[in-house]
């Protein structure tokens, strides 16, 4: 086991989990409001911004399901944020820096 020497200043984690093909789900889910092509895009906004000590992954369920909105998560500040598109999560990334 090695640990790799990276600290970033913040790692947001985004849901994309879609639970639309499980015949009789009742769950919500953040995806189709978050998709994969959205992680992409705002993985280049960061870039183009300069942040590139700032991460962005995709991930699966958070655990914080409901009908209204998506969720990421911010790390260090440990803060999960319910959000409607991928500019929603541009303004929280903003909010935290």
Do not use: Y
Request: hydrophobic letters at 30%; a positive charge.
């Amino acid at each position: 086991m090695e640990e790799i020497p990276v600290k970033p200043k913040m790692h947001v984690f985004v849901c994309i989990n879609d639970r639309s093909h499980i015949p009789g789900n009742t769950t919500p889910s953040c995806s189709p409001r978050i998709k994969e092509e959205d992680v992409k895009e705002l993985k280049l906004w960061l870039r183009t911004q300069g942040n590139n000590d700032i991460f962005c992954t995709k991930t699966k369920c958070l655990g914080f399901c409901n009908k209204e909105s998506s969720v990421i998560c911010i790390w260090p500040q440990g803060k999960f944020i319910k959000v409607q598109d991928k500019e929603e999560i541009k303004k929280a990334i903003l909010q935290e820096l």
